[in-house]
């Protein structure tokens, strides 16, 4: 396949990766929180051929992305609806400077049985996004948000299942948001799913009065935070198959529909 085939339009290029890695790479480097020496380097030596594969390194990212992106599209029916959530469940608000402690392996383990309970036998592709938030001037704090694809419609009965069984996040203003998904829509739902940055997002109440929000570049210290965050814990391990598998094969990566099987989280890079 070649680019511009599931890839959303604004897709990012080459060059604004690099540029946004030499950004990264330069607030690291000031940074003394540990670890940030090391993939400081691991960062500047990535090159064609001899790449750093960190999940914080925007060009390897970018191209894990593209992967991800259409091996989602192949996986996924289009001969169906196709709903797109966004939740924040419970337990998904960590203060700022907290990113290292989280146990994101758990959450998503135990996020994953919630789903299984919630859609026994519904395929649901995903990825998770921590977002640092303020709302309304408050103190700031990451957000962890799954951003899930549903291959279902957005009924009554699809919001009443996740709702009884998956809890979201009490103190957060909208933890659930359902929309439908049109084939137009395609390419920008995956490629938000596997999204490999992390923005920060000021809450304020729109024109309608509803709660809303607009993304911008994380301050210098929570983008080390994150970045580090990021090189833990990289795409691959930050994707939410249920009813789907990873598989590396020799003609590459690809998504399995598995028949009705367990959720599982994931694989390995
Ligand atoms: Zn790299």
């Not at 607030?27 to 540990?34: D, F, N, T, V, Y």
């Not at 391990?237 to 003609?251: A, E, F, P, S």
């Amino acid at each position: 396949m070649r680019d511009g085939d599931i890839l959303p339009p604004g897709f990012e290029t080459v060059l604004q990766v690099r540029e946004r890695r030499d950004r990264l790479v330069r607030q690291l480097a000031r940074s003394l929180e540990p670890g940030a020496p090391e993939l400081t380097s691991r960062l500047e030596l990535c090159r064609k051929g001899d790449r750093c594969g960190s999940g914080a390194c925007h060009v390897c990212q970018r191209l894990e992305r593209k992967i991800l992106i259409r091996a989602a599209d192949a996986a996924l029916r289009r001969d169906g609806p196709l709903t797109r959530l966004s939740w924040i469940p419970q337990g998904g608000v960590i203060p700022l400077g907290g990113l290292a402690a989280f146990d994101l392996r758990r959450f998503i383990a135990s996020r994953l049985r919630a789903l299984q309970r919630a859609l026994p036998s519904i395929v649901v592709f995903g990825g998770v996004d921590v977002s640092l938030n303020t709302f309304e001037n408050g103190v700031p704090v990451w957000v962890v948000h799954l951003y899930l694809l549903i291959e279902a419609a957005n009924t009554k009965a699809l919001r009443a299942a996740i709702l009884a069984r998956c809890p979201g996040e009490p103190s957060a203003p909208r933890p659930f948001q359902f929309w439908e998904v049109s084939r137009a829509g395609r390419a920008k739902v995956f490629s938000y799913a596997v999204k490999a940055a992390f923005y920060k997002r000021s809450g304020f109440i729109d024109a309608t009065g509803r709660a809303n929000t607009r993304p911008q570049a994380l301050p210098a210290g929570a983008a080390v935070e994150a970045a580090l965050f990021l090189d833990r814990w990289p795409l691959q391990r930050r994707l939410i198959l249920h009813g789907l598998r990873l598989v590396h094969g020799c003609d590459g990566l690809r998504l399995v529909r598995r028949n009705g099987g367990a959720s599982r989280r994931g694989s390995r890079p």
